[in-house]
């Protein structure tokens, strides 16, 4: 007899990637208010929370708030501020250094020259970088784009030190069933944001942790409820 999963698998799915999404938008709220300057939101599509928010609503004390994408689904939106950016490709010239706060969600997993996207994304900013990138999640592919990496916070570090940045904030959910995400923030100038973030370093040996000890739980569960069913 085949056990289900604890709720449908399409809500599973569901949940794995709405549960990080909410947590990452919490953590963001917190901080984004902190930046000023121009700040753009990478790969943004429609610059939506997927909550009915609009990320240009959290850097409220932006002086200005640009959004870039690329073409396919979830791509190029036709906005008057859209910057046209791919990622996997070099920077235009004109990018280089054009904004004080480089935001970008989620993005960096379906490409597969993630060391160049990581770069443009560093070279495009004068002082700040902000990535929320998946630890932990189900796979997710479409038409125009695949999947193929996923994080944990000693990559993020590397790769910001590789850059010339530093790592000044991290922050990473805890969920059940659900996806694991990391956010962290990087600066060129590490000591300009001491006293204005709050310190915050995600612990590498347990993150992830409860997701295999959740699911250790379910699978003692399911095959108690299939030897009793069987028994009676």
């Given at each position: 007899?085949?056990?289900?999963?604890?709720?449908?698998?399409?809500?599973?799915?569901?949940?794995?990637?709405?549960?990080?999404?909410?947590?990452?938008?919490?953590?963001?709220?917190?901080?984004?208010?902190?930046?000023?300057?121009?700040?753009?939101?990478?790969?943004a599509?429609?610059?939506?929370?997927?909550?009915?928010?609009?990320?240009?609503?959290?850097?409220?004390?932006?002086?200005?708030?640009?959004?870039?994408?690329?073409?396919?689904?979830?791509?190029?939106?036709?906005?008057?501020?859209?910057?046209?950016?791919?990622?996997?490709?070099?920077?235009?010239?004109?990018?280089?250094?054009?904004?004080?706060?480089?935001?970008?969600?989620?993005?960096?997993?379906?490409?597969?020259?993630?060391?160049?996207?990581?770069?443009?994304?560093?070279?495009?900013s004068?002082?700040?970088?902000?990535?929320?990138?998946?630890?932990?999640?189900?796979?997710?592919?479409?038409?125009?784009?695949?999947?193929?990496?996923?994080f944990?916070?000693?990559?993020?570090?590397?790769?910001?030190?590789?850059?010339?940045?530093?790592?000044?904030?991290?922050?990473?959910?805890?969920?059940?069933?659900?996806?694991?995400?990391?956010?962290?923030?990087?600066?060129?100038?590490?000591?300009?944001?001491?006293?204005?973030?709050?310190?915050?370093?995600?612990?590498?040996?347990?993150?992830?942790?409860?997701?295999?000890?959740?699911?250790?739980?379910?699978?003692?569960?399911?095959?108690?409820?299939?030897?009793?069913?069987?028994?009676?």
């Amino acid at each position: 007899m085949r056990i289900e999963w604890p709720f449908g698998r399409s809500a599973y799915r569901r949940r794995a990637f709405r549960q990080p999404r909410i947590w990452s938008n919490r953590v963001l709220s917190t901080i984004a208010p902190l930046f000023t300057g121009s700040v753009i939101n990478v790969s943004a599509w429609r610059d939506e929370d997927k909550e009915g928010g609009r990320y240009s609503d959290y850097f409220s004390n932006a002086s200005g708030y640009s959004i870039s994408n690329y073409t396919g689904d979830c791509g190029a939106t036709g906005r008057q501020d859209e910057v046209a950016l791919d990622l996997s490709e070099d920077l235009p010239q004109n990018l280089h250094r054009a904004f004080d706060v480089v935001f970008n969600h989620t993005t960096l997993e379906h490409i597969f020259d993630v060391r160049k996207a990581f770069a443009n994304l560093c070279e495009m900013s004068r002082d700040v970088v902000i990535v929320v990138v998946p630890f932990m999640q189900p796979s997710h592919i479409k038409s125009s784009y695949e999947d193929y990496w996923r994080f944990t916070p000693q990559a993020l570090r590397r790769m910001f030190t590789e850059q010339g940045m530093q790592v000044v904030f991290e922050s990473s959910n805890h969920p059940t069933h659900a996806g694991v995400y990391v956010l962290a923030v990087a600066a060129r100038d590490p000591d300009k944001w001491r006293g204005k973030l709050r310190p915050s370093r995600v612990c590498d040996h347990d993150l992830g942790c409860h997701v295999f000890q959740t699911a250790h739980l379910w699978r003692r569960m399911r095959n108690w409820l299939t030897r009793h069913r069987q028994g009676s």
